[in-house]
């Protein structure tokens, strides 16, 4: 399917290209001539088309902050072409684009064949997989040992003694489980089992990755709208689904039981406290899966977009470090509107820092 | 290139160079595909060995890639959608060469042409819908199979129809004059004529199904490790497995895919090489050799 998608994208960005070295010269030009006075550009550095691909988890963001972007910055025309993770990755390494996002950093192998040197990783969002089910069940409640044996395929059946000792009181219903997952290779397949195999005290074997060995006799749906989509239409089905497309959905989803004990629903405000705990390495990879705090939910994942520490064009550095800046400060508050979580003040600061630090020639 | 008049033809010349050259091209980019395919699959075939080909446990996180399973997926679905389509397929051919009233006979064409410029993504969105939620097939071998015999109905009828219509029209009255029924001239005449030209459109189809991708992957249900005969199960083939995981997979998972690329491309070849012999021996038996 992503390739059927890329073909328009990569010419739009070809001619995206194009375009941007047409424009990008203008302003010099003007500025040899000697006009200083009385510009009206808005973008410093004169209009600029920006090109990035990468995590589809934080492309709706990426949508809303570039069309708030443009409003104030009007000369700065942003495509982000989504893709995945892992082509967004690829594309920065490659240098095909001039920015990109992901769910999770470089592998040391990978990081070593990037070719434009020094680069930082800003995160900019947390976001929330939910555990979505289509079962009689109110209010669902779930471990991460007991959800690591629902999606290995240990547990079959909802009233399961272990999902049971979940729901102390609760009535559960004698039918199937039906598992699904991601049938496409996903950074939010990665994040899910990233968790399972952290916090399920051994209990999950099939360890983690963009996709793993799911048990045959599980269904598999294209994107997060896809296993919405099958979790919706199959009786007894549960699967992880982000909150955005669970909620556009109107799919209930399980309150999931954290590091201290408590069962959370994932909301805007219990995924901001997961950012609370985090600890940050000083490159700013950290990761907000299975966070500690009362009110922290446990599986919250976390993207970054990747910048160059050098950056060659003038015109474009400058446009690309306002974008960033914009993303981890103002446009923050627009996370919350669409089901993603600001990062932690903290990380904010220490992002701008980082930002701060691109040389722009 | 001398013509008779002793001249000197530079059209021929320029001819003969750019048939050569164009004919050149394409050798040197199956070739070249050939050897970056399987170059960039060798990581994984060092670390797999023939396991790569037995073993159908496919987990990218322990980097265990068993390609077993996805075969047999593939092989499976194709078989499925020629058992269906070739039936349908050859009855359409015959109805439209044979039996069809002339009003009704370009309508018929023109109708299975445009069959075969449907997209394929647009059968597997249909077919993910309508098949697998609204008639209960949920996503399976049959229901990619059905998809699959679908998409290459077009092209085994419109090759097989044209092969049909070549039978001499001094056989079919031969037969007709000996008191033959209608289905017993297309018997005795038609089907031994044609018998070589089916086969070929057959494995044509048959080839397409293989590779087909998109559709294959929105209705297989993606399931890892299924060998097993009931079509009602979700399996995966090939092309879907490389549709699906190609865009998040590191270095050795990337390497593992265009391991299986490399294989449905000689499985294809393998087919191929089967059709033209099939064909040239019945063509050689028909001919009385």
């Known amino acids: 399917m992503a390739t059927h998608i890329t073909t328009p994208w990569l010419i739009a960005t070809m001619a995206a290209l194009g375009l941007t070295t047409a424009c990008g010269k203008k302003p010099e030009e003007s500025k040899a ?66 920015f990109a996002c992901t769910d999770a950093p470089y592998k040391d192998a990978d990081a070593a064949k990037v070719k434009g040197g020094e680069f930082f990783y800003i995160p900019n969002v947390l976001g929330a997989i939910t555990v979505s089910y289509h079962a ?9 040992p007991t959800l690591a044996k629902i999606f290995q395929r240990e547990i079959k059946k909802w009233n399961d003694p272990a999902i049971a000792a979940d729901n102390p009181g609760a009535k559960l219903p004698a039918t199937d489980i039906v598992v699904v997952h991601r049938s496409d290779g996903s950074g939010t397949t990665e994040n ?9 005290a051994g209990a999950w074997k099939l360890k983690s990755g963009s996709t793993v060995e799911w048990s045959p006799d599980t269904q598999a749906g294209n994107g997060n709208g896809g296993v919405a989509q099958i979790v919706k239409s199959t009786a ?28 959370v629903e994932p909301t805007a405000a219990a995924t901001s406290a997961a950012g609370d705990g985090i600890e940050v390495k000083d490159n700013l990879i950290f990761s907000a899966l299975d966070a500690k705090g009362d009110a922290a939910y446990p599986i919250t994942a976390q993207s970054w977009c990747l910048i160059y520490a050098k950056q060659t064009d003038k015109t474009k550095g400058t446009a690309l470090k306002a974008y960033f800046r914009y993303l981890v400060t103002d446009g923050q508050k627009l996370l919350p509107e669409i089901d993603f979580a600001p990062i932690p003040n903290s990380l904010q600061d220490k992002a701008v820092a980082q930002i701060d630090k691109v040389q722009v020639p | 290139m001398i013509d008779l008049r002793g001249k000197v033809q530079h059209a021929d010349t320029a001819f003969r160079w750019i048939a050569l050259a164009a004919a050149a091209t394409v050798l040197v980019v199956l070739g070249l595909i050939a ?3 399987t170059d960039r699959s060798l990581p994984v075939l060092e670390r797999m060995g023939l396991r790569f080909f037995t073993s159908s446990r496919w987990s990218a996180p322990e980097g265990e890639f068993g390609a077993a399973a996805f075969i047999f997926g593939t092989l499976y679905t194709a078989t499925i959608a020629v058992v269906i389509a070739v039936p349908v397929s050859l009855g359409v051919a015959l109805f439209i060469t044979q039996a069809a009233p002339p009003w009704l006979k370009k309508p018929m064409v023109y109708m299975i042409d445009l069959l075969a410029v449907v997209p394929s993504v647009v059968f597997g969105l249909w077919g993910a819908f309508v098949l697998s939620q609204h008639f209960g097939l949920g996503r399976s071998f049959l229901t990619a199979g059905i998809i699959l015999a679908i998409m290459i109905i077009p092209i085994i009828t419109s090759l097989a129809r044209e ?3 070549t039978t001499p029209n001094t056989d079919k009255e031969a037969a007709l004059a000996l008191g033959a029924t209608r289905w017993e001239m297309i018997r005795a005449a038609v089907l031994p004529h044609s018998k070589g030209g089916i086969v070929g459109a057959v494995m044509l189809g048959l080839g397409r199904a293989m590779g087909e991708t998109i559709a294959a992957a929105l209705v297989i249900g993606s399931a890892l490790g299924q060998i097993s005969a009931n079509p009602f199960k979700p399996g995966n083939s090939m092309p879907a497995v490389i549709a699906n995981e190609w865009g998040e997979a590191d270095e050795l998972h990337k390497s593992a895919l265009i391991a299986l690329a490399v294989t449905l491309f000689v499985i294809t070849i393998v087919v191929n090489l089967a059709a033209t012999a099939i064909v040239q021996r019945s063509m050689r038996r028909s001919r009385g050799g």
């Not at chain 1, 009689?136 to 991460?144: F, I, M």
């Open chain 1, 236 to 263: 007894g089905a549960i699967g992880y689904v982000d909150l955005s497309d669970a909620k556009a959905s109107g799919l209930p989803y399980a309150a999931i039981k954290n590091q201290n004990g408590k069962y």
């Open chain 1, 33 to 98: 001539t000697g006009g200083s006075g009385g510009t009206t550009t808005t973008t410093p550095g004169g209009p600029v088309t920006l090109n990035a691909s990468g995590a589809t988890f934080q492309k709706a963001f990426q949508e809303v902050a570039t069309e708030a972007f443009t409003k104030i910055s009007s000369g700065t025309k942003i495509n982000y072409s989504g893709g995945g993770s892992g082509k967004g990755r690829q594309d920065f390494a490659d240098q095909v684009v001039d």
């Open chain 2, 35 to 37: 050897f970056t395919m």
């Open chain 2, 163 to 165: 092969v049909i219509e």
């Open chain 1, 192 to 200: 899910f089992t990233k968790y399972l195999d952290l916090a399920s």
């Open chain 1, 136 to 144: 009689d069940v109110d209010k669902l409640q779930l471990s991460a």
